[in-house]
Protein backbone atom coordinates (compact mmCIF):
# COMPACT_ATOMS: atom_id res chain seq x y z
CA UNK A 1 0.00 0.00 0.00
CA UNK A 2 1.36 3.53 -1.14
CA UNK A 3 1.11 6.18 1.47
CA UNK A 4 -0.04 9.54 0.46
CA UNK A 5 2.05 12.13 0.99
CA UNK A 6 1.19 15.39 3.18
CA UNK A 7 -0.01 18.23 1.47
CA UNK A 8 2.74 20.70 1.83
CA UNK A 9 2.17 24.41 1.34
CA UNK A 10 4.75 26.03 -1.35
CA UNK A 11 6.28 29.59 -1.69
CA UNK A 12 7.78 29.83 -5.19
CA UNK A 13 9.71 33.40 -5.78
CA UNK A 14 10.66 34.79 -9.02
CA UNK A 15 13.52 36.97 -9.01
CA UNK A 16 13.95 38.09 -12.60
CA UNK A 17 15.12 41.44 -13.11
CA UNK A 18 14.51 42.87 -16.43
CA UNK A 19 17.38 44.15 -18.58
CA UNK A 20 15.76 45.69 -21.94
CA UNK A 21 17.36 43.71 -24.63
CA UNK A 22 19.41 41.71 -22.64
CA UNK A 23 17.48 39.57 -20.12
CA UNK A 24 13.75 39.54 -20.77
CA UNK A 25 12.79 36.93 -18.28
CA UNK A 26 10.72 34.52 -20.12
CA UNK A 27 12.85 31.42 -19.03
CA UNK A 28 12.33 32.78 -15.40
CA UNK A 29 8.39 32.70 -16.16
CA UNK A 30 8.66 29.54 -17.32
CA UNK A 31 10.46 27.91 -14.97
CA UNK A 32 8.62 29.49 -12.35
CA UNK A 33 5.45 28.68 -13.95
CA UNK A 34 6.63 24.49 -14.53
CA UNK A 35 7.90 25.06 -10.63
CA UNK A 36 4.10 26.07 -9.75
CA UNK A 37 1.88 23.20 -12.24
CA UNK A 38 4.34 20.45 -11.22
CA UNK A 39 3.51 21.30 -7.25
CA UNK A 40 0.01 21.86 -7.65
CA UNK A 41 -0.37 18.50 -9.37
CA UNK A 42 0.72 17.09 -6.14
CA UNK A 43 -1.46 18.61 -4.33
CA UNK A 44 0.36 21.72 -2.83
CA UNK A 45 -0.78 24.52 -1.97
CA UNK A 46 0.65 27.40 -3.82
CA UNK A 47 2.21 31.37 -3.34
CA UNK A 48 4.24 33.62 -5.15
CA UNK A 49 6.25 36.19 -5.24
CA UNK A 50 7.16 37.84 -8.01
CA UNK A 51 9.48 40.51 -6.74
CA UNK A 52 10.20 42.51 -9.89
CA UNK A 53 6.75 43.79 -9.43
CA UNK A 54 6.52 44.38 -5.83
CA UNK A 55 6.29 42.77 -2.76
CA UNK A 56 5.51 44.00 1.00
CA UNK A 57 8.72 42.89 3.56
CA UNK A 58 5.48 41.86 6.30
CA UNK A 59 3.37 39.89 3.74
CA UNK A 60 6.76 38.35 2.52
CA UNK A 61 7.62 37.52 6.26
CA UNK A 62 4.30 35.78 6.48
CA UNK A 63 4.52 34.03 2.85
CA UNK A 64 7.96 32.46 4.61
CA UNK A 65 6.32 31.03 8.07
CA UNK A 66 3.73 29.31 6.26
CA UNK A 67 5.32 27.99 3.82
CA UNK A 68 6.80 24.33 3.83
CA UNK A 69 9.16 24.77 0.97
CA UNK A 70 10.60 27.51 -0.98
CA UNK A 71 11.69 27.63 -4.46
CA UNK A 72 13.78 30.31 -5.70
CA UNK A 73 14.00 30.51 -9.27
CA UNK A 74 16.47 33.39 -10.64
CA UNK A 75 19.04 34.00 -13.04
CA UNK A 76 22.54 34.21 -12.45
CA UNK A 77 24.55 37.51 -13.43
CA UNK A 78 28.26 37.23 -12.98
CA UNK A 79 27.89 34.31 -10.58
CA UNK A 80 25.44 35.47 -8.58
CA UNK A 81 21.61 36.55 -8.06
CA UNK A 82 20.27 39.98 -9.41
CA UNK A 83 20.46 42.77 -6.59
CA UNK A 84 17.04 43.17 -6.18
CA UNK A 85 16.77 39.46 -5.18
CA UNK A 86 19.43 39.86 -2.50
CA UNK A 87 17.51 42.96 -1.48
CA UNK A 88 14.82 41.31 -1.30
CA UNK A 89 16.39 38.90 1.16
CA UNK A 90 17.33 41.32 3.29
CA UNK A 91 13.95 43.41 3.93
CA UNK A 92 12.32 40.29 4.60
CA UNK A 93 14.56 38.79 7.04
CA UNK A 94 15.07 41.92 8.56
CA UNK A 95 11.08 42.61 9.10
CA UNK A 96 11.49 38.56 10.42
CA UNK A 97 14.49 39.69 13.00
CA UNK A 98 12.58 42.78 13.81
CA UNK A 99 8.78 40.57 14.11
CA UNK A 100 10.95 37.80 16.12
CA UNK A 101 8.75 35.25 14.59
CA UNK A 102 11.23 34.51 11.33
CA UNK A 103 14.36 34.96 12.56
CA UNK A 104 14.68 35.29 16.35
CA UNK A 105 18.66 36.52 17.09
CA UNK A 106 22.13 36.12 15.23
CA UNK A 107 22.77 33.29 16.35
CA UNK A 108 25.43 34.71 18.52
CA UNK A 109 25.36 33.12 22.84
CA UNK A 110 25.81 36.51 24.56
CA UNK A 111 27.04 35.91 28.56
CA UNK A 112 26.84 37.93 30.50
CA UNK A 113 30.72 38.81 31.91
Sequence with gaps: MQQEAAMKNVLVINAHQFYEGFSEGKLNKTMATVIKEEMAG?????????????????????????????FTQSPVYWFGPPWIYKKDIDEVLTAGFVQQNLLIDDGHDYQPS
Design 42 to 70: KGCEMQETYIEKGYDSNEEVEKHLWADII
